[in-house]
Each structure stands twice: as C-alpha cells, then as structure tokens.
C-alpha cells in the first residue's frame, strides 16, 4: 500500500469575488470548513453556491422573518354569495357550465397544471407519488389514472362540438422537483405517455431554497453542500414564470389553466363543469371546496381577510380551536367549513400577476424543522409558497362546493394509518363506480362484503358516469373487477 504523501498542500483561498459577495449578505460561514476540504470539495462547494442568487435569497429571508412577527388581519367567515353550493346547484346549471366547459376545451383554451413534486415517503417508496399504485383491479398508477381522464374529456369534448375538427389535445404541464423531475420523465416514457402524444406532455421542475438557521444564515448539509429544499408547491408561480411555460400558454391560445396535486385518486382533471362555472363567473380564481366533515379534521380552511378583504387559506394549526368548531345559526354549517382540496382553476394572465406579484413581495412561509447539516441535526427553517397563496392577489375568487365521496379521495400515509391511505382512497374510487354502475341498470356480485369492495371503471369509458348504459345494462359484474372497453 502506498505511504500517504507528507508533502503539506498549499492551502488555496476561496474565490475572492465569490467570498466577498457572501460577505455582503452575511452568509460567509459557507465557506467555514474551506481549509479542511480537498481540492475537488472545494470544487464542489464553489459549484454549489455559484448560482445562488444572493440578493434574491436575501430579500426573501428579510421579508419572511420580518412578516413572522407582523399581526395578520382578522379572519372571518367566507360570505355566502362567494360559493357555489352543491344544494342550490339545478340540473340546468349544471348542463349550462358542462356545455361551456366542453366548448372551451373544443376549442384548445384549456390547459391542465400538475403539481407533482412529491415522493411518496409516507407512502414507503421513494418514487414520486404519481407512480403509485394504490391497489385497484387495474393496477393503474395516479399518473395513469389522470392521463386517461384527459384522453377521455378531449374525446367528449371532440363529440361535443361536433365540428369534424378532431380531437385537439389539452396541454398538460407537470411540475416536478429536482429528486422526481428523471424518474417522472422515465415513467411517462416507458409507459408511452399512457395513450397521450409525447408534445402535449410538458414537465418542468420547482425550485429550491436554501434551508435558514434562527438567525437567517444558510444551514450547511456537508462542508461542501448548502442544505436545500423545494419552495412549496406554489413554487410554481415562479417556476412557470422562469421556465417561460406562462408564455407557451400565451402563444398556444389557453386562456384557463386547472391545477391540482397529484395525491387525490378521484380528481377530475380538466372537469368541463368546474370549467364552464369559472367561466360564467367572470374571474380570475377559484377553488374546488369540500365541506368539513368536523370541527377538527385537519383541513385548510377559505376565510376572509379582513372587512371586505381577499379570500385566503388559513391552515387547520393557525385557526383557534373555539373558531373551529363555531357553528352558523342560519345555514347550520360550520362558520369555517371550506375546506381547501387543492383544486384550483386560474386564468393564465392572473398567473402571471402572481407570479410578478409573490416575487415583489418575497414572503415566504417559514417551516420550522430538522435539517441534517454538519452539527448533526439543526432546528432551522424551511421556506416554502403554497398554491393558495395567490388568492390574496385576486379581489374576485369563488368557491365551488363539491361532494367530497365524488372528488376527494387524498393518498398522503402509507396503509395502516389511520386516514388518507391507498386503501381509503382505493375504496373511495370503487364505492362511487359501483354507485355509477348500478345507477347505469348494471348488477353485481361478490364473495367479500359490498362495503370491503366494487368495481373500477376505466377512465376511457366514463369520466363521471356518463354513456355506462350500453357497457352496463343488464350485465352483471363479480367485484372486484375494471370495466373497460
């Protein structure tokens, strides 16, 4: 074995350029280990810390310690005119917003925005969330099931308009991060994009952030790595913004842009409904709610900022536990009783207005967490946008109740939990296609209790229960099984 070298190596300096311009923010301690790294660390740590952009990071720590400590304007109850509720919703309302979805999409002014930056830690799998297969008869990942709920609205909308145009294809726009960004790409490739065309799939990658000690200074991972985490997901404001997609839009003529997350097993993507309602309403937001189920269930709730204020989302941990369970004598709900799903539909030029508006302001949300770093594990935060942080920028947003068992089935903890795993999510989906297929004059038949099973049926024969007459009459189905084509 080779004797080590006692030649001493001469220590070189950082990059002058480079340490003082951390200087000028106070962030210097990056460079506290320099002289005990080897000479391709000290590579890596420079290459690490080149592209920060310092004067940016800098404004966003000032502003997000400074707004922590600021009174934030009373809360109150979203008003009544503000929300569209499922019970004074009529059939002709209904059929009016499908129809004026339809026509939209017809028409290509509709796109689809996935928020999908996750992985499934909690589900045990390192994949992102999107991959997962949450155990139905098909087999079908999240990603799976939501292409083919696009492929099935182009096509109705295509029959709709029954203009001999052809189907024109919804954009959809993924946001990724940068540990699901690869196998995102590759997951879609291999599955051939699940029937869609490759050029209306568009992925693009959240940023990151430095992670903050107490008093505001970069949290060093390694002696030669800035710990760092995704922005949020309202990180895609600014995303869609640098990586030019707001103009894609622009130049491709969508005016509407749905966004969701990609943990709910029963969204209806591209939803004409919700569409053709934003629409008729003339505004630049609004979100899908679905109402509490108790006063305690750990849900973000719509409120009010202020007399006459924005609608904005209050986290179930900031809202006062005796304004939780407060009731509202007229209508018998909670006082606070939307709960935000995540679910969101926007005009591309409001986005935009977003996007300018939250990088002005640079308040980000602070999460006060673990970080590994160097000294083992450090108390610092985390700094993070959320998706609803855009509805304070809007004097005009409306809420459109749906009914939580059709919408709203979240897959966020591994099985064994007690809520929010594949399994209630994969229950959700069978209870309500069974719903769909009775109600089409089909039967069923199963060896284990009805409640503990159902069908699923594919998103390439009915998107919400529709045309299941001429698969489903008469025919009996042994549970659990998929219907399909």
């Known amino acids: 074995m080779r004797e080590p070298s006692m030649e001493t190596v001469p220590v070189s300096p950082p990059p002058q350029a480079l340490l003082e311009r951390f200087k000028d923010y106070g962030q210097e301690d990056a460079f506290s280990l320099w002289d005990e790294l080897s000479s391709e660390e000290k590579d890596l740590l420079v290459k690490d810390i080149e592209n920060i952009d310092l004067p940016r990071i800098d404004r966003i720590i000032r502003c997000s310690f400074h707004s922590q400590g600021l009174p934030s304007a009373a809360i109150e109850p979203v008003p009544e005119s503000c929300v569209s509720t499922v019970e004074e919703r009529t059939m002709e309302d209904r059929e009016k917003w499908w129809k004026m979805g339809m026509k939209a999409i017809a028409e290509g002014k509709l796109g689809v925005l996935l928020l999908s930056g996750g992985q499934g830690t909690r589900l045990g799998s390192s994949d992102p969330k999107g991959c997962f297969n949450i155990g139905l008869p098909s087999g079908k990942s999240l990603f799976h099931l939501q292409a083919e709920r696009i492929l099935c609205i182009q096509r109705l909308a295509a029959i709709t308009a029954n203009e001999g145009a052809g189907i024109v294809p919804i954009q959809w726009y993924i946001m990724t991060s940068p540990f699901t960004d690869e196998a995102t790409r590759k997951y879609f490739e291999s599955h051939k994009y699940f029937g869609l065309e490759a050029d209306q799939v568009t992925f693009f990658q959240q940023g990151t952030i430095p992670c903050v000690s107490k008093d505001g200074r970069f949290i060093m991972e390694t002696p030669y790595r800035v710990a760092k985490s995704p922005d949020g997901n309202g990180g895609v404001y600014t995303a869609l913004k640098s990586s030019r997609l707001l103009e894609d839009m622009n130049s491709r003529g969508i005016k509407f842009v ?11 993507v591209a939803d004409p409904t919700f569409l053709g309602y934003f629409i008729d309403k003339g505004v630049s937001a609004a979100a899908k709610v679905v109402r509490k189920a108790y006063p305690q269930e750990k849900v973000g709730v719509f409120v009010r900022r202020g007399k006459g204020g924005p609608l904005a989302v209050v986290e179930y941990s900031e809202l006062d536990p005796s304004l939780s369970s407060a009731g509202n004598q007229e209508t018998g709900r909670l006082r606070f009783c939307w709960s935000n799903v995540c679910l969101h539909m926007f005009t591309v030029d409001f986005l935009n207005q977003v996007a300018n508006g939250l990088e002005k302001d640079s308040i980000y949300h602070l999460a006060e967490k673990k970080i590994p770093s160097i000294h083992g594990q450090t108390v610092g935060y985390k700094l993070e946008q959320f998706i609803f942080d855009a509805f304070p920028y809007t004097p005009s947003t409306t809420l ?12 966020k903890n591994s099985n064994g939990s007690n809520f929010d795993t594949p399994d209630s999510a994969k229950l ?9 297929v009775v109600a089409a004059g089909g039967f069923l038949t199963h060896s284990v209790p009805l409640y503990a099973t159902g069908v699923e049926v594919s998103p390439l024969c009915s998107y919400a229960g529709e045309n299941l007459e001429s698969i489903c009459r008469g025919r009996t189905f042994h549970a659990p099984c998929e219907i399909s084509f």
């Not at 966004?259 to 209806?268: E, F, M, P």
């Not at 459109?400 to 897959?411: G, L, S, Y």
């Not at 959700?428 to 769909?436: G, Q, Y």
């Open 258 to 268: 749905d966004c969701y997350g990609v943990d709910n097993a029963l969204v209806r």
């Open 400 to 411: 459109f109740e749906v009914v939580r068992e059709e919408e709203f089935a979240p897959v």
């Open 428 to 436: 959700l989906v069978l209870r309500l296609h069974t719903r769909w």
